[in-house]
Each structure stands twice: as structure tokens, then as C-alpha cells.
């Protein structure tokens, strides 16, 4: 692990130890000869479930301070185990009655089966059979102080689905009801509302931030076509051939994905 490898200037790998009762998560620090420091220890209880107990002993962050990863486990206290829809009203399933802040934490299913929770101010897209986090929705940017609704927008159909425990009508030999819904933003202050639009697949997580493996690729190829240009138009070694990328509908090429608002759209304009 050289110097260089990260943001940070941290020198580690990450390490996967099994044991008879599930597993632990550990960081090699390759700055400290090696050094193996116990992340989190997951304990499997059933099947099904499992628990996780976390332990960050990491002398370079302030504990206090440290960023805390809420993990949704069925039936705890910031869900509903009953109903995915929480309590529906006839104008629709206010999911937060309150506005969003820093400290606000839920989570529910959709009628769809995925998964969407509160975390740190953003709105998180959890995977539905291990509620493992698969990416950010709304950053805070745009979230805080605005509250959510989940309402139905129209449509209703037969789905011959798992059972994510979800309520529903029965539409014969044992399918499901799946109701189209829409994920709402609002803002009791201006009256504004946005529309949390779902990929075409179905997900709600913003490919925002392209992976590193991916971006080495791409520069490779943006080499190859520099050569490429650089033969077919005859250029000097002195002359810069002229390559653009195109990709899709990321905004950023580095970093963390942590904002996701429009400026003067969904999030307050730039001053």
C-alpha cells in the first residue's frame, strides 16, 4: 500500500475474519506494521438475522464525532414491524410528522418492497432482505427542514411477489397488491414540493459519484483515444489532441456523494 493510495493519506485494507458465530470486520493499518484494529463484530442469531456491535478505536477521530452508521434491524423501535405503510390516512402515509433534522432516524418499506430510512440528515436506500445501505437518495442539502409523504399516485397491480411483509390486497393464488406510490418531499414554509423520482429499475439510490476502479478504466480509455487522435489527425508531439468523456447521469468524479439538491430548485440558491 503506497503512499498516495487515498484522500486521507491512510494506508489500509480491510479484513473479513469468520468465526462459529458469524463474523468481524477489521482494518489492516499498513502505516502501523500491520496493525489490526476490530471495526464491528456481526453475530448471527437466526437464519434471517443478525446483530451487529460496533467498536472504532481509531486514535486519529474524535470520537464523540465520529460518524455512527445506523443499521435498520426488523422490528426495532424506529419501525413499524406490522405495516410497511405506517399509518395510511386518506390523503396519504405521512411518514415523518416532523421536520427532518441532523438527529432524525426511521425507516419503512414501500409498497414496491424497497427500502428507505433517515440517517444523518439524508434519506438512505437500504437493501429489503439484509438492510444493508446500497446508496444516498436525498442528501441533507435538500432534506432538512422539509418533511416526508409517501402517497399513492394511481395506479394498483398484481405483483406474484415475495411476502416483504407488507399489507396489501390479496389478488388470488397468493399475489400481491403492489400500489404505485409517490415519495414526496414538502415544505410547510414556502409550499414547495419535490417528487423523489425512482430509476427506471426501480431503486431510489443516486449513481452520483463513479467508483475508482471505474475512473481508472476511463482514463485508460481516454489515453487510447488520444493516441488514436493523435494518429489520425497527423498531430505533433507538441499538439494536445481534443477528448471529451460522456457518461451518465453522474455529477461528480471524485469524492464522497453527500449533496444532492439543485441550487434555486431543490435546495435554496447559490448566493
Known amino acids: 500500500m503506497r503512499g498516495g493510495t487515498s484522500r486521507d493519506g491512510r494506508q489500509q485494507s480491510r479484513l473479513i475474519r469468520g468465526n462459529k458465530d458469524g463474523f468481524e470486520i477489521c482494518t489492516v493499518d499498513h502505516q502501523q506494521n500491520g496493525k489490526i484494529r476490530l471495526d464491528a463484530t456481526i453475530t448471527y442469531k437466526d437464519n434471517n ?6 467498536a472504532h478505536e481509531d486514535v486519529a477521530y474524535d470520537h464523540d464525532n465520529f460518524f455512527k452508521v445506523y443499521a435498520p434491524c426488523a422490528g ?3 419501525h413499524d414491524p406490522d405495516s410497511c405503510h405506517l399509518d395510511y390516512d ?3 402515509s405521512l411518514l415523518v410528522d416532523e421536520c427532518i433534522t441532523m438527529e432524525s ?3 419503512w418499506y414501500l409498497s414496491s418492497g424497497r427500502v428507505l430510512g433517515m440517517l444523518n440528515g439524508m434519506l438512505v436506500e437500504y437493501d429489503p432482505s439484509t438492510l444493508a445501505p446500497l446508496g444516498l437518495v436525498v442528501g441533507a442539502d435538500e432534506l432538512i427542514g422539509k418533511k416526508i409523504a409517501v402517497i399513492d399516485s394511481g395506479a394498483t397491480e398484481c405483483n406474484i411477489s415475495e411476502d416483504f411483509g407488507m399489507e396489501g390486497a390479496d389478488c388470488g393464488d397468493g399475489d400481491k397488491q403492489e ?3 409517490a415519495v414526496v418531499l414538502f415544505d410547510v414554509n414556502d409550499g414547495s414540493v419535490i417528487v423523489v423520482q425512482p430509476n427506471e429499475d426501480g431503486s431510489y439510490w443516486r449513481k452520483i459519484v463513479r467508483n475508482k476502479m471505474v475512473r481508472m478504466k476511463e482514463q485508460r480509455r481516454v489515453k487510447a483515444a488520444k493516441e488514436f487522435a493523435r494518429e489520425i489527425f497527423n498531430l505533433g508531439e507538441d499538439q494536445d489532441a481534443n ?3 460522456s457518461w451518465g447521469p453522474y455529477t461528480s468524479v471524485s469524492g464522497t456523494a453527500k449533496k444532492t439538491g439543485v441550487a434555486g430548485l431543490t435546495s435554496p440558491a447559490m448566493k
Open 49 to 54: 438475522h443478525n446483530v451487529g456491535v460496533y
Open 105 to 107: 432516524v426511521g425507516w
Open 90 to 92: 386518506e390523503d396519504g
Open 76 to 78: 426495532d423501535e424506529c
Open 243 to 245: 477528448v471529451v468523456s
Open 179 to 181: 400500489r404505485e406510490q
